[in-house]
């Protein structure tokens, strides 16, 4: 089955501890990004990559790392997490960084950060 | 920069009413509008991806429209159902790669 697959879904950690957010596409999709969803503000894009070795800024890049070594992964990092990170997070994926390809999400990671 | 918006926040309707999302965005550059239902805790669901070549696309119940020199989108649900209840996102994609803007959503609660 095509997905987009994060984990953990669901994430409760400490201020300053670094944590990882995995996501892994199965279809060989070129573009990959990370958005979170606020509410008031709904989602935002943190950072995308258009292929691999690839990555730049999205709106909202303060506090975040990505990396993309590999074309199926696309890991967020947070070297050290604040509590105005606590958010959900969406990992999304897409044949192609350009026009006229559908954009495929994950199920979401709920961080709360204390 | 690509800004989107959707009125109303909130929509309360009966069951079996046809009703209309609308989505409006600033940049007329857009070239691709998608639909998503979001259920609670859950993730996005595409329903309608309307390219740029295209001013509309339909699905089941489900008809979304987009006019690019007004800037606005609307996605039309025809005979409402409680499983319809959900927050219907749209985005916006622009630029010269993939940059997706989304609105803030509408909120649709079907009554029986």
């Known amino acids: 089955e095509a997905q987009v697959t994060q984990n953990p879904r669901y994430l409760i950690t400490v201020t300053g501890k670094k944590l990882t957010v995995t996501c892994s596409q199965n279809m060989n999709h070129e573009y990959m990004s990370w958005y979170r969803q606020d509410p008031g503000l709904g989602l935002r894009q943190i950072y995308y990559?258009?292929?691999?070795?690839?990555?730049d800024k999205g709106d909202v890049p303060e506090g975040y790392k990505v990396s993309r070594k590999e074309k199926r992964n696309f890991p967020l990092i947070l070297e050290s997490p604040s509590p105005n990170q606590t958010s959900l997070y969406f990992c999304a994926s897409s044949l192609y960084a350009t026009t006229n390809t559908e954009a495929f999400f994950g199920q979401g990671t709920r961080l709360t950060v204390v | 920069k690509q800004e989107v918006t959707q009125i109303p926040a909130a929509l309360s309707v009966p069951e079996g009413e046809n009703l209309v999302l609308n989505c409006s965005f600033t940049d007329s550059a857009i070239y691709n509008l998608q639909w998503f239902r979001q259920d609670p805790g859950k993730g996005l669901t595409s329903l309608l991806l309307i390219q740029s070549s295209q001013r509309e696309q339909t699905s089941g119940r489900l008809n979304a429209s987009l006019d690019k020199s007004s800037g606005r989108s609307t996605l039309y649900i025809a005979a409402s159902q409680p499983g319809d209840s959900a927050t219907y996102l749209c985005a916006g994609y622009s630029g010269g790669y993939q940059k997706v803007t989304f609105g803030i959503g509408t909120k649709l609660q079907v009554i029986p």
């Open positions: 990559s258009m292929n691999v070795e690839v990555t």
